[in-house]
């Protein structure tokens, strides 16, 4: 069965440093992989997708990812990390070809300390 | 541009109550329509989905229905409110599956409506 896996429920990171979130997936082919942002209380803000082509994607705010097919990861990251970055991301994927929804990880609450 | 908008915002509910959330897209046609819940924990769990009017498919057996009464909206119903339909309701669309041979979920969400069952 298709999944997302994201391994760490909660992460704190200091300002300024640098930041990696998780994400595994488990799919027989290439999927389309996605990370979203929340703020507490918001809907879901898409931060950056892959579809094909270049492994290393960028997306809006400082945010980039990183497909590696060998380890079934679209990892996220952020050279330095601000306040505002404090928030919930999700991972997610789909297989494509169908209007079905989108599987989501459970994500990762990023907390940011001073 | 394309906008989505959720209604209410927050519901507080008694347990048996009905329940109709709205979900409306503007700026664009024919879009594919999700429903989603956000339990604390727990991800986002997708409930229904539409690809067109009058045409609704169901991921999970639930107190919930959903209909699609016009192109741009999506309506979440229950005839009677559970404890466990506490959570945080997303609505979400995407294009249509005539965008391309590659066609793709990249989904845009809405702000979500807080719905808390006591």
């Known amino acids: 069965a298709q999944s997302v896996t994201q391994p760490d429920i909660h992460i704190t990171v200091s300002e300024g440093a640098s930041l990696e979130l998780r994400c595994n997936y488990s799919y027989g082919a290439t999927p389309y992989l996605f990370w979203y942002v929340q703020s507490p209380g918001q809907g879901l803000q898409l931060l950056l997708k892959?579809?094909?082509?270049?492994?290393l994607v960028q997306g809006i705010k400082g945010f980039e990812a990183e497909f590696k097919r060998s380890q079934s990861s679209f990892n996220l990251r952020k050279p330095s990390v601000h306040w505002s970055d404090a928030a919930e991301y999700f991972c997610?994927?789909?297989?494509?070809?169908?209007?079905?929804?989108?599987?989501f990880g459970k994500g990762t609450h990023l907390i940011i300390q001073p | 541009s394309q906008t989505i908008h959720q209604w209410p915002a927050t519901l507080v509910q008694p347990v048996g109550s009905p329940l109709s959330l709205e979900c409306t897209v503007e700026?664009?046609?024919?879009?594919?329509l999700y429903w989603y819940r956000q339990a604390a924990g727990r991800g986002l769990q997708l409930l229904f989905y539409?690809?067109?009017?009058?045409?609704i498919s169901s991921e999970v057996p639930q107190n919930l229905s959903a209909s699609r009464p016009q192109d741009r909206q999506f309506i979440l119903s229950s005839k009677k409110l559970l404890l466990s339909d506490s959570g945080f309701y997303l609505c979400?669309?995407?294009?249509?599956?005539?965008?391309?041979?590659?066609?793709?979920?990249?989904?845009?969400f809405g702000p979500g409506t807080r719905l808390t069952v006591l």
């Open positions: 539409s690809v067109g009017i009058g045409q």
């Open positions: 997610a994927f789909d297989s494509g070809g169908g209007a079905d929804g989108l599987t």
């Open positions: 892959y579809f094909s082509g270049d492994t």
């Open positions: 700026g664009t046609s024919n879009p594919n």
């Open positions: 979400a669309w995407s294009p249509s599956g005539l965008a391309g041979l590659n066609s793709y979920n990249e989904q845009f």
